[in-house]
């Protein structure tokens, strides 16, 4: 794997984990990241 490669892989996971630590700390209750957009709210 390229350096490019593996540095945009890693921009994206560092974005997705600051956006599902934003969206866990807003929702305490939720489950893991996903499940939300994909399960229908109980």
Same mark, same amino acid.
């Given at each position: ?18 956006? =599902?630590?934003?969206? /866990? #700390?807003?929702? +305490?209750?939720?489950? =893991?990241?996903?499940? /939300? #957009?994909?399960? +229908?709210?109980?």
């Amino acid at each position: 794997m390229r350096i490019a490669e593996a540095a945009a892989l890693v921009g994206v996971e560092v974005h997705v984990l600051r956006h =599902w630590m934003t969206w /866990a #700390s807003s929702c +305490p209750t939720a489950p =893991w990241p996903g499940i /939300a #957009s994909t399960a +229908p709210s109980t």
